[in-house]
């Protein structure tokens, strides 16, 4: 879900520029709790190692945004400049889906630069970043090094877990990811979560001198613009939300089952394979070549 899909997610995009978001605003109590202002990270922008024509910059912001003088943490940011700049709006902002790895912004954007219709990339400077915990930002460290990480991955079943023996083993497994996850970043883990990365993003905003927000999500991304439309009603210019999450599932359902089981994508996908093939069965091999000659 959170890979960037060639001839999907870019088809909204072209309409970032112009479409309002309209989203009722609910931001919790918590957000006017704030003891001391947040200061807004400057960003010394420089060109990226390893994506060329990119610009790389690194965002301090506090690791608990009610204590914003307290404890900070880094934020991995990447940009690609508006080709023409005489005509730039402003940055967009992308957030490719996720959570985890997948949701590294800074890898994701140089693979998907070249989806953006040509139109974005003359008027925006194009934005990402990776998310608190995440990447090349303060990241969630849960093994001391690869082998013990290969040491714990060799017991979980490859692929999806069959039978009684693999789900055990399965459910085992990531239960003890967790125990290992909590022990090594238990702090960090308590301010990881969609509003501490959506108040990060408003930081982000402010740091690249938008006054509102332009911004792309794409699947749990969708959920991320959500939150930020809720917490940030006011500060929201454009927002395309691309395979959105439903917000409801994801927030009531068991947090412990991944993106795709929350959305009962498991399902919708096998019903999905059960009705090509049922059609393929209909028609001659000419036209389907998985045809047997019988739905």
Known sequence: MSAPRKGLWWKGVAVAAAVACAVPASAPASAARRSAPVTVPPLAWRPCADAPGFSCATARVPLDHLRPDGRTIELAVIRRRATDPD????????????????????????????????????????????????G??????????????????????????????????????????????????PTLLRHVSTADTARDLDLLRRAVGDRKLSYLGVSYGTFLGATYANLFPRKVRAMVLDGNVDPVRWVRMNPEL???????????????????????????RDRCAFSAGTP
């Open 136 to 185: 090349r930002s303060t990241a969630v460290r849960c093994f001391r090094s690869a082998e013990e990480f290969t040491a714990w991955a060799e017991r979980v079943p490859d692929g999806f877990p069959v039978g009684a023996r693999e789900q055990k083993a399965w459910t085992s497994a990531f239960a003890e990811l967790g125990r290992l996850c909590e022990r090594r970043a």
């Open 258 to 284: 991944p993106t795709e089981l929350r959305q009962t994508a498991d399902t919708g996908s096998a019903r999905t394979l059960s009705r090509f093939l049922e059609l393929c069965g209909r028609t001659t």
């Open 87 to 134: 005509r730039r709006v402003g940055s967009l902002f992308f957030n490719p889906g996720g959570p985890g790895n997948a949701a590294a912004g800074t890898a994701a954007l140089p693979a998907a630069y070249g989806l953006f219709p040509r139109e974005l990339r003359e008027r925006f400077d194009i934005v990402s970043w990776d998310p608190r915990g995440v």
